[in-house]
């Protein structure tokens, strides 16, 4: 059992051992390392200007870009596999075993990499804050693609805001540095991963910090004692960890438990990463069905479903950001049971079910049961969600989601829905429907979905109905939208439905 965590930095390994390691990577970065190239803006995921690239060792073979589909990369040997991430919600005991690129590690010798001198000639830059977080977001980018057209530009910056340039000559500056090389020609795989093989099969320990030997940890954590930390190499072990310690955080992406930090104090009594348990981090399709493990990232779903759940690619388009996703996991969008969270309206329809561990062994749960209330879940103090099972649609079926936010994208929902129907000879067979942002949890409508079962698909049929879902729901007003809106939004998005399947 190690009481450190192994991380590289541009190249050079750190052994960070308990209080250090329970900082984030962006105050470890600017304050520690003295690498202030990293910024921290909004300190909560929104403006990317901390952004970094994270390399893991990874199994896997390949990459996603959105145009080009898959480049494949070569086969047989471990390489790093680097994805961008918001440094400012990311702790350093999630990054035992990797390796972390800042903006400082991309110029070699004093001479700039493609991305950063496309951006002087571009002229991508006035005050210059936002420019390490863009620049680093592009290396990302070119780990994917060698060509990016336009819309991988702007995928890839999703998760990067500027208030002063504009966007016009950063996304020239992104499609002119074709020749930026991969983060394996600037640094090497094998004696990083070498240096990592040697301890990731370790089990990791940090013990917990007590209120009166306060360190200087952000969000307010000197408040209170803080919980020690756990990443543990099996399953039994995590089990038992969360039977003895029932309020422990599982943190995965962090993209919520960073913020409740940083923004809300938040101090947890225990925190437990699932990334040393093999075979969780898995996304399989099998039988007509999506397997998602228990710490599969929200990109690597992403990437599962662009082939077969087209209907399901606009809203993984809009959900967060590439750092966001590449960070955060579906287990954690189900898990933290926003009734806004983008995944579920979908799992909703789907009947996705749960795969849940625990001390008495694994159950399954419907997602639609998983649910009690407000943040309250069927999860057993000892359990984790350990597998998605998500029955895919059928050719015969038409799935239809939507997702309203202020801001079309890196923006919470206000409303969400998912409906799946089957129809035969103008008539719905049969449909389910789930609306999230209506009430504490996501909901299905069983008397609008009664209603049209066995009617003519007709426009007045769909009117309504969106009466009668209307019926159904009891929003709330709050910063996202008013309960009058949310009710509009319940009755008309059907017959919006309607349209888009006329
Ligand atoms: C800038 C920004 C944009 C975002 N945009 C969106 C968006 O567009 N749509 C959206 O829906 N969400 C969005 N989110 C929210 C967040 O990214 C998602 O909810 C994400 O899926 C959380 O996953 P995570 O791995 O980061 O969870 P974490 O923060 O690591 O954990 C969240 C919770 O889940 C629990 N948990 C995690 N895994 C398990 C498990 N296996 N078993 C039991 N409990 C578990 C943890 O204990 C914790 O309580 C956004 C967040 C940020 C910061
Ligand atoms: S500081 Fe804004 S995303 Fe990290
Ligand atoms: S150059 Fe000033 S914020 Fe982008």
Same mark, same amino acid.
């Given at each position: ?264 104090? $938040? !101090?947890?009594? /225990?925190?437990?990463? #699932?990334? @040393?348990?093999? &075979?969780?981090?898995? *996304?399989?399709?099998? =039988? ?59 799992? $909703? !329809?789907?009947? /996705?079910?749960?795969? #849940?561990? @625990?001390?008495? &062994?694994?159950?399954? *749960?419907?997602?639609? =049961? ?63 429907? /789930? ?68």
């Amino acid at each position: 059992m190690r009481d450190f965590v192994l991380v590289h930095i541009n190249g050079v390994p750190h052994r960070i051992a308990a209080p250090r390691a329970f900082e984030t990577l962006s105050r470890f970065l600017r304050y520690d390392q003295r690498a202030t190239g990293t910024k921290i803006v909004c300190e909560e995921g929104d403006c990317g200007a901390c952004t970094v690239l994270v390399g893991r060792v990874e199994d896997r073979q390949s990459c996603l870009s959105a145009s080009e589909g898959t480049e494949p990369r070569q086969a047989g040997l471990p390489v790093l596999h680097y994805r961008p991430i918001n440094s400012c919600i990311q702790f350093l005991f999630q990054l035992d075993c990797t390796h972390v690129v800042t903006v400082e590690g991309l110029a070699r010798g004093g001479t700039l990499t493609p991305v950063q001198d496309a951006m002087v000639r571009c002229h991508g830059a006035q005050c210059g804050y936002c420019t390490p977080g863009f620049i680093m977001a592009m290396a990302g980018m070119y780990e994917c693609t060698s060509h990016p057209t336009v819309g991988d530009v702007r995928a890839a910056l999703t998760g990067n805001l500027c208030r002063c340039t504009g966007y016009d000559s950063i996304i020239k500056a992104a499609l002119e540095a074709t020749d930026q090389p991969k983060i394996e020609e600037i640094y090497p795989s094998a004696p990083i991963v070498n240096a990592i093989k040697q301890y990731e099969c370790d089990a990791v320990r940090l013990q917990g910090l007590q209120a009166s030997e306060p360190p200087s940890l952000p969000g307010g954590q000197e408040a209170g004692r803080l919980g020690g930390f756990f990443k543990p190499n099996d399953l039994a072990s995590a089990i038992r960890f969360k039977s003895e310690n029932p309020k422990c955080v599982i943190v995965q992406g962090a993209t919520d438990f960073g913020v409740w930090c940083n923004k809300r104090g $938040f !101090v947890a009594e /225990a925190m437990m990463s #699932l990334d @040393g348990i093999e &075979g969780l981090g898995d *996304v399989r399709h099998e =039988d007509g069905a999506l397997l998602v493990g228990g710490r599969a990232s929200l990109a690597d779903f992403e990437s599962a479903v662009r082939g077969i759940v087209p209907e399901l690619v606009p809203i993984m388009d809009r959900f967060g950001s590439p750092q966001i996703k590449n960070a955060g996991t579906l287990a954690g969008n189900i898990a933290n049971a926003s009734p806004i969270a983008d995944t579920l309206p979908f799992l $909703f !329809v789907t009947n /996705a079910s749960l795969e #849940l561990t @625990g001390l008495s &062994g694994t159950r399954t *749960v419907a997602i639609s =049961d998983f649910y009690l209330g407000y943040k309250k879940l069927d999860l057993q103090p000892d359990e984790l969600i350990t597998r998605i099972i998500i029955p895919l649609p059928s050719k015969d079926e038409t799935l239809r989601l939507y997702k309203i936010s202020k801001r079309s994208h890196l923006d919470i929902s206000s409303f969400t829905a998912a409906m799946l129907m089957r129809r035969s000879d103008g008539h719905v067979d049969s449909i389910r429907i /789930a609306y999230g942002g209506v009430a504490p949890v996501v909901l299905r409508l069983p008397k609008t979905e009664q209603f049209l079962t066995g009617k003519a698909l007709a426009r007045e049929t769909f009117a309504e109905a969106g009466e009668i879902a209307r019926g159904e729901v009891a929003p709330i007003s709050d910063v996202r939208g008013t309960r009058d809106f949310r009710l509009q939004l319940a009755q008309n998005v059907l017959q919006r439905f309607y349209f888009d399947i006329a």
